[in-house]
């Protein structure tokens, strides 16, 4: 079966600081690995995705996220975070089921 | 474009009613989901549907029920609601299960507390 740990539950930061989110997984086989986020009030929304290919993934807003398969992780990182970025972030990781497996979740809060 | 909207989006319910909450989507998706959303706990599959006619259990999904009888609808039920059923639900559509340029639309979501 597949699964997502997210370790950081709650993430405080000044405005541009720099950002990591932990995200590791835990399936043998090829996944698919999303990054979703979800500002106060409003639905998830796509920030990123894996499928194959270059492990280093760009998204929207400045985020990127690197696949490290030996280390089965997907770590979500921006250089310099804006209070804009305040938000709850989720990992995602798609085995071989037909569906999504979320983490947790990470609140981001910006500090002005 | 709509996208996806649930219905109702607020809803206060004792323990032992039923209700009905609707998605609707207007991508012509195959792929419908029912999550549900818990502080420290991220999304949940609750049901999910992989095309008009079929449903699937996921991950939680006891006390509820799901039906697809049209493609564009997937309805979630609870048959005698209780207070551990107090959350946020969020649908979710795909037009595939797998496809890079398939990710997954989430409705705003529906509150639903039981009292």
């Known amino acids: 079966a597949q699964s997502v740990s997210q370790h950081n539950h709650h993430v405080i930061l000044s405005e541009a600081a720099s950002l990591e989110l932990g995200c590791n997984y835990s399936?043998?086989?090829?996944?698919?690995l999303f990054w979703y986020v979800q500002y106060p009030g409003q639905h998830l929304q796509l920030l990123l995705k894996?499928?194959?290919?270059?492990?280093l993934v760009k998204g929207i807003k400045g985020f990127e996220a690197e696949f490290i398969k030996s280390k089965f992780s997907f770590n979500l990182r921006k250089p310099s975070v804006q209070w804009s970025d305040t938000a709850e972030y989720f990992c995602?990781?798609?085995?071989?089921?037909?569906?999504?497996?979320f983490g947790s979740g990470t609140q981001l809060t910006v500090l002005p | 474009n709509a996208g996806v909207t649930q219905t109702p989006k607020f809803r206060v319910l004792k323990t032992g009613q039923s209700m009905t909450l609707l998605c609707a989507q207007d991508?012509?998706?195959?792929?419908m989901y029912w999550y549900r959303q818990d502080p420290g706990m991220g999304l949940r599959l609750i049901h999910y549907?992989?095309?008009?006619?079929?449903?699937a259990k996921g991950e939680v999904p006891d006390g509820y029920n799901v039906s697809r009888l049209k493609k564009q609808n997937f309805l979630l039920g609870l048959e005698s609601a209780a207070p551990s059923q107090t959350s946020v639900y969020f649908c979710?559509?795909?037009?595939?299960?797998?496809?890079?340029?398939?990710?997954?639309?989430f409705g705003n979501g529906t509150r639903l507390t039981v009292t």
């Open positions: 979710a559509s795909s037009y595939a299960a797998s496809s890079y340029n398939s990710p997954l639309h």
């Open positions: 399936y043998g086989g090829t996944v698919n």
């Open positions: 894996y499928f194959s290919g270059d492990p």
């Open positions: 995602a990781v798609k085995g071989s089921a037909r569906q999504l497996t």
């Open positions: 991508m012509n998706h195959e792929y």
């Open positions: 549907s992989v095309g008009e006619g079929t449903t």
